[in-house]
């Protein structure tokens, strides 16, 4: 929606943004402003309503003032959480978006002010909602319609340091939000796993991160037999990308890293147990915890910068068909000596994640493993796009997944883990199977198969984004489209690393 947003410095806005309760008149709030009067007669019209995310507008006609004033509504005073913000400028920015003003001031801090919200916070809630709003959308249109979509260059301020402050870091978190939302919409003749090394290589040369890709052959002397297998039946070879962020100065007692894993499946027809009827379309977003955990290491390396050393591991592949496809039937016999019976080709997620697993575990020496997958439909049947479902057995991981969660925005959920799930991934013929057929829990399947390559000792949380990594509408911060979701949800995680 814009080509560009900066944080900058002007006096003389083209649209002035203030803010209103639904139960408290605004009159003390813009008392001083020069345009008080005309606010004050607008915020009298009944479409004033302050209820959070409507807008109206005063005009105030001053020689030299704002051509626009917009009013926000923030809801009821003591129902305002400062993550409100999110909503409240989602509404202002697509305004914003249709009028075309450049310059934009928001000055809302007293209203915020009054009840106690924390400047800063809100303020990341604008800038993260103006900067996933002018995300493009449109990176696949032709040259001709590109030209014709005139995007503005905006130039945002506000009233206090803090808030100011507050979107400079929610405009940076859009900015590696958008770029996992970029290579999500990236199609999958153009997004193979070698590109997605190939992006993962230029990020690192960029920020200083170090970047390592495992090709076929590597991936083969390695015994990554997920990636081998699912990734057999297409021409574009799987990848397993390895990138390291390290602390200029490592934190006493932080030694050891985060590991974050990605299922970055470029392409899901769900092999020989092909998906049928409309069961495949969009399923180029089956690389979007790749994405989120690139886009991660992005704002990891460029404004999170913990003191603690951070991994990453994409799990790439394209689960094709062909003849050389590995099919129902095969036994897989991992590297940490767990043999696989496959049954269903289209759960090939959790094959390639369970590589990555192994890998963590074995060469990382993790503190924590996070994992993000669009790993099954049934956790969209669950908890539809609402909250991220969340696996995590280790209580004090479990409450930094939460607390990111809540500072993020992105909702989790907490599922079951139980060694009867467990028990219904074992197989007559091998260690356990890929999926029981039974069609029982499935998104607890998933979870189940993965702790069989999980170091029992290593704290571990598994994240099944099918349902939230895509929005169907467009609405609120996000367009149709990717939401790049677990990007913020992994930054605010390593804050506090
Ligand atoms: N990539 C899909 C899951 C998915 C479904 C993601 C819908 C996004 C939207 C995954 O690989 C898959 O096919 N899962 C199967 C698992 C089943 C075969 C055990 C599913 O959910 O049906
Ligand atoms: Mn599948
Ligand atoms: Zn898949």
């Keep these: 929606m814009f080509s560009s947003i900066k944080l900058s410095e002007f006096d003389s806005p083209q649209a002035l943004v203030v803010a209103k309760f639904s139960d408290s008149p605004i009159d003390v709030y813009v008392k001083k402003f020069e345009d008080a009067a005309a606010i004050i007669a607008a915020s009298a019209r009944t479409e004033c309503s302050g209820d959070l995310g409507k807008i109206a507008e005063a005009y105030p006609l001053r020689e030299g003032g704002p051509t626009r004033i917009i009013i926000v509504g923030l809801g009821k005073k003591d129902k305002f959480k400062a993550a409100d913000m999110r909503t409240a400028m989602a509404a202002v920015a697509r305004r914003i978006a249709v009028t075309r003003d450049v310059k934009v001031t928001l000055a809302v801090s007293g209203p915020l002010s009054e009840v106690k919200a924390d ?208 099919r129902p039937d095969d036994v897989l016999t991992y590297r940490n000596g767990v043999t696989v019976e496959i049954t269903n080709t289209d759960a090939e997620g959790r094959l390639v994640l369970a590589d990555g697993l192994i890998w963590a575990c074995e060469k990382e020496n993790p503190a924590y493993i996070v994992d993000l997958a669009t790993l099954t439909g049934g956790v969209v049947v669950a908890l539809g796009s609402t909250f991220c479902g969340m696996f995590c057995e280790d209580d004090t991981l479990r409450g930094k997944i939460e607390a990111a969660a809540a500072a993020s925005g992105e909702r989790v959920w907490r599922l079951p883990m139980h060694d009867e799930y467990r028990d219904m991934m074992k197989s007559p013929i091998a260690d356990i199977l890929n999926s029981n057929p039974n069609r029982k829990a499935h998104p607890v399947q998933g979870a189940a198969f993965l702790s069989y390559f999980v170091k029992p000792e290593v704290p571990w949380c598994h994240l099944d984004i099918a349902g939230v990594h895509a929005s169907e509408s467009d609405s609120g911060m996000f367009v149709k489209g990717p939401t790049g979701w677990g990007t913020r949800l992994l930054a605010d995680l390593l804050s506090g690393e």
């Excluded at 090394?197 to 970047?211: I, W, Y």
Aim: hydrophobic fraction near 40%; include cysteine.
């Design 119 to 326: 400047l800063e916070t809100a303020g990341r809630g604008a800038g993260e909602a103006f900067g996933l709003l002018g995300w493009d959308s449109k990176q696949f249109k032709g040259k001709k319609a590109r030209e014709d979509d005139k995007r503005v260059a905006l130039e945002l301020t506000a009233d206090k340091k803090s808030f100011r402050n507050g979107i400079e870091f929610g405009l940076a978190l859009a900015e590696s939000t958008n770029y996992a939302r970029t290579l999500s919409e990236t199609p999958p003749n153009i997004a193979t796993p070698q590109f997605i090394a190939d992006l993962a290589k230029k990020m690192a040369k960029q920020l200083g991160l170090s970047c390592t890709v495992m090709d076929e052959k590597t991936l083969e002397k390695e015994e990554m037999v997920g990636h081998i297998n699912v990734g057999k039946a297409s021409e574009n070879k799987p990848r397993m990308i390895r990138l390291a962020y390290t602390p200029e100065v490592v934190k006493k007692g932080k030694e050891k890293p985060v590991v974050l894993i990605g299922k970055t499946m470029t392409y899901d027809t769900g092999g020989l147990s092909l998906k049928v009827n409309n069961g495949m379309v969009g399923m180029k977003r089956d690389k979007d915890g790749g994405c989120a955990v690139l886009a991660a290491m992005h704002a990891i390396a460029t404004v999170i910068k913990p003191k603690r050393p951070v991994v990453a591991i994409l799990c790439s592949a394209e689960n094709s068909i062909s003849d050389e496809a590995y």
